[in-house]
């Protein structure tokens, strides 16, 4: 599957950002996929951010994220989302989807099968 990522940008402290993954080209069901997010900041390691289970049963977050993110998924578009609220410099950082055929929301990069070209995001302060 190709994805997509787009909505990145800059915004201030406190305010709120959705970035959004459009799958294409897969020829299998987009809801099967198990989705996720990561990010990686200037100067450090790719880290989980959120995921989804296949059929979107389960999400999970970082603890960074958790009361702030919200990922969710409109199979309809082949798209999932990130919206990001009370956003902190902290949260500056490329960020990446990713698909896995059948996957539950892992937080493990190594178990996704497909990567977005990343979308910037400018938290300032």
């Not at 987009?30 to 997010?37: A, E, L, Q, R, V």
């Not at 100067?43 to 059929?55: C, I, L, N, P, T």
């Not at 199979?75 to 490329?94: G, I, R």
């Amino acid at each position: 599957v190709q994805l997509q990522a787009s909505g990145g940008g800059l915004v201030q402290a406190g305010g709120s950002l959705r970035l959004s993954c459009a799958a294409s080209a897969s020829g299998r069901t987009f809801s099967m996929y198990g989705m996720g997010w990561f990010r990686q900041a200037p100067g450090k390691e790719r880290e989980f951010v959120a995921a989804e289970d296949w059929g979107g049963d389960k999400t999970y977050y970082a603890d960074s994220g958790k009361g702030r993110f919200t990922i969710s998924r409109d199979n309809a578009k082949s798209t999932v989302y990130l919206q990001m609220n009370s956003m902190k410099p902290e949260d500056t950082a490329t960020y990446y989807c990713a698909a896995k055929w059948l996957g539950s929301g892992d937080v493990r990069e190594l178990m996704y099968d497909s990567w977005g070209q990343g979308t910037l995001v400018t938290v300032s302060s």
